[in-house]
């Protein structure tokens, strides 16, 4: 399959490898073709869903001395994997990186930029922000980014689009994180400015676009799913479920925003209605119940009490990510409170006993929560 050739430059600590890993998966293969001799200034990774390379510049530095070794290497990859006889190692589009957690852009790095981006003259330019965790912040941001471009000549006219990102999870505390944002536009929009021939259909980009919101929603459990296996485990018998409703509340909405779901009441009361049905502790303490009497099993109780916390949130995590992926398609809507209900029941009730038991059993006493929770995750997850 012909692809084109992504070229990511900012400042190294900017995020270039964090946001490629999240746009292309974890599963990304490190490309061999072209990089002999320069691989200190060049990582190229690709996948078989997108129909772009990205070209990560591990050498650029705000110096320009630095900044134009990494430029070098790019012009030498692009001549030697054509000589080589692949077609495909033209620049299509590239990415300048800046962070949105510095308040200010440094002229230098603008400069520095401005300048590599010359030697591509007509390849359109993407400005990426990284590290975009504020939310208040972001429209601040685009503008201060707008404006440091278009005080450079070179640059102005190129600049397609500026896209904020948060490529992995940022965790504030315990009760809030900023989860993966901006990386399916960023995708969408790379694609929209492939040549014609390379270009994937709007259809073959949405599914792609799913299944990452699908990692990045899973990944939130995942978190999730750990701080519950720590506020579990404790050793009387299984406290009631409200203790997990902090975790709870902070999940599906991390969830929830993945999606793409608009803050409203209306989805605060469909929250509520999920962490509602979780919080009925009849299935804590029926968990608790049926452990007891299954033979074999001499787990401590802590945990014990650790995985069937970590399981009633991997439950409800997994009942969120189905109802929201309904809900950013159309197929249901956020005031159908009763559906959302009786999924989650669903989800916590018939195979959770059985499933609770699996997991304790494989553990077998295992008490580290990274651990409990990667168990549980198996157990429930529906869609790998
Ligand atoms: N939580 C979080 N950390 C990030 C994000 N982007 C970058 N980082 C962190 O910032 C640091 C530098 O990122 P890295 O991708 O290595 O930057 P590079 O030098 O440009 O490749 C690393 O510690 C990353 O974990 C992000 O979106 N979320
Ligand atoms: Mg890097």
Known sequence: ??????????????????????????????????????????????????????????????????????????????????????EESRISVIWCCVEGTSRKLFPDTIKTMAKAISMWPSVPVIAVITKSYSVPERRENIMMVHEAFSSYKKMSGRVRRIIPVVAMTYRLNDEASAPPEGITDLIEATNDLLPEGIRASSHDISKYKLSRKRAFAHSAVGLAATGAAVVGAVPIPFPDAVILTPLEVSEINTISRIYGIDRSDKLVKFVDSIVEVGTVSTVARAAVNALKSIPGINAAASAVNAVIAGSIVAAIGESSIFAFEQISSGDRSIADLEWVKSLTESNLSGQFISKVTDAVRSLNGQQDPGKIAETVIKLFTKYI
């Open 1 to 86: 399959m012909s692809k084109g050739n992504v070229l990511v430059i900012g400042n190294s600590g900017v995020g270039k490898s964090t946001l490629i890993n999240s746009v292309l998966g974890e599963e990304c293969a490190v490309t061999g073709y072209g990089t002999t001799g320069t691989t200190q200034e060049l990582s190229i990774y690709e996948n078989d869903s997108v129909p772009f390379r990205l070209i990560d510049t591990v050498g650029f530095e705000p110096s320009f001395r630095k900044a134009s070794k990494a430029v070098r290497s790019v012009k030498k990859w692009s001549r030697e994997s054509a000589l080589d006889g692949h």
